[in-house]
């Protein structure tokens, strides 16, 4: 199916999750029976200090370039304490130029080969969302750290095992999504517990985009937007059957290869329709009202919108940092200043957050918790896939969190009475 559709990043979903409002179901996931049988343990090196960590990318398109500018060679520029020591992917062209921008001796078409490596540490995985669970699956049953890109899988089962089999084989995966590691969203988080803005009456979470170039739809052929128009596709340079995997078998694609997102067979994610504010580029993506106050995250240059998230860039003006702005309602002015140091205005820092290149390859070698890890992983995606079936299906659903399905059906909920009632 084509999918022509706003696109509701896990930022919205990570908001929910530290408010606590996202799905009934987010605190007993870690309680749900275990899926996966019992897995053999796998010997794998332990790493040094000054030991260096070999990892392999599979996966060489867009968001390997994003992962790679963003997270991992600043990191290898500042410490140099990893190699790249393979790179993947089904098309060659692809990993021909990711081999050149990383100068990794080794590269490949078939995930499987990487897996098989005893020197790998660690494996980067960037690829459409139905390979997901079958490749973090394998590579942590050889023993090997996994990077992967959100969301965490494709499936709620899916999820729901591969947080299973973290938890038995006791290796690092990091999911690749910075929405639910932001630390300023953390601060507002514990703000909003304190009661300073009183109860939590109701929230409104949007990421909008506004653009002519059409959503997904990418230069053929490329890498994101960035076009290859001299680089062949065909069946002699791309592994097809591979690229198609667990999904429904089809002839070879340009359209579905290189726009994958737009297509249910395998990106089953962060898409769903929804009537939202479309009218600028910049929409506040997060506004909390409460009874003594109302709490906004804003641009800093800009000034807090309505309830639709409008927001007014000052002329010749750039977007600055976000931050969080708290307003007092003017019924609730004393008690908002009594809760808030005599303020009737109150502004959340940000807070520089650590990368997440940074933070996985950190918890490699301590060997702690990542920051986002296959729990949240998994939390994530049972709110995801409630948005998107009950689009899909057009009725309310529900997570439970005993069988770890969706059910087309409304929960039973506390229901709350005055005293002596």
């Not at 089953?268 to 009202?289: D, L, R, T, V, W």
């Amino acid at each position: 199916m084509h999918k022509r559709s706003v696109k509701w990043l896990c930022y919205a979903v990570a908001a929910g999750l530290f408010l606590g409002l996202a799905f009934t179901a987010a605190t007993s996931l870690q309680a749900a029976p275990a899926k996966e049988k019992p897995v053999k343990k796998v010997t794998t090196r332990v790493l040094g200090a000054n030991d260096r960590i070999n990892l392999a990318f599979i996966g060489n398109g867009m968001q390997f370039l994003g992962l790679l500018q963003r997270g991992f060679q600043p990191r290898k520029d500042k410490k140099g304490d990893f190699e790249y020591a393979a790179m993947c992917d089904v098309w060659d062209p692809r990993v021909k130029n990711a081999q050149q921008k990383t100068k990794s001796e080794k590269t490949c078409r078939d995930y499987r080969e990487v897996i098989a490596r005893p020197d790998i540490d660690g494996v980067v995985i960037a690829v459409p969302d139905h390979w997901h669970y079958v490749i973090a699956r394998e590579a942590l049953l050889s023993g090997k750290d996994v990077y992967l890109e959100k969301p965490m899988t494709y499936t709620i089962d899916e999820a729901a095992k591969l947080n299973d089999l973290v938890n038995q084989t006791k290796r690092i995966l990091q999911v690749g999504g910075s929405g639910v590691t932001t630390r300023l969203y953390w601060k507002v988080n514990e703000y909003i517990k304190a009661g300073k803005m009183g109860k939590v009456l109701w929230g409104l979470i949007s990421y909008n985009r506004n653009t002519d170039a059409g959503i997904w739809d990418y230069p053929i052929p490329g890498v994101g937007s960035e076009a290859w128009p001299n680089a062949e596709f065909s069946e002699k340079n791309c592994d097809w059957k591979m690229w198609l995997g667990p999904a429904r078998k089809r002839p070879l694609s340009a359209e579905r290869y290189f726009r994958w997102r737009k297509y249910w067979d395998y990106s089953g994610e962060y898409y769903i329709n929804m009537i939202s504010c479309m009218g600028n580029q910049e929409s506040a993506p997060i506004s909390i009202y409460g009874n003594w106050g109302t709490l906004q995250i804003v641009q800093e240059r800009m000034q807090a919108g309505d309830a639709m998230g409008d927001q007014a860039r000052p002329r010749g003006g750039r977007p600055g940092r976000e931050i969080a702005v708290i307003k007092a309602e003017r019924t609730f002015l004393n008690k908002f200043k009594e809760a808030n140091d005599g303020k009737t205005e109150v502004t959340i820092e940000p807070v520089e957050n650590e990368d997440l290149a940074d933070n996985w390859l950190n918890s490699m070698r301590s060997r702690e918790k990542p920051a986002y890890d296959s729990l949240k992983g998994y939390q994530v995606m049972a709110a995801i896939k409630l948005g998107v079936e009950s689009y899909r299906e057009g009725r309310v659903m529900t997570f439970d969190p005993g069988s770890r399905r969706l059910v087309a059906k409304v929960l039973e909920r506390k229901v709350y009475l005055p005293p002596g009632a």
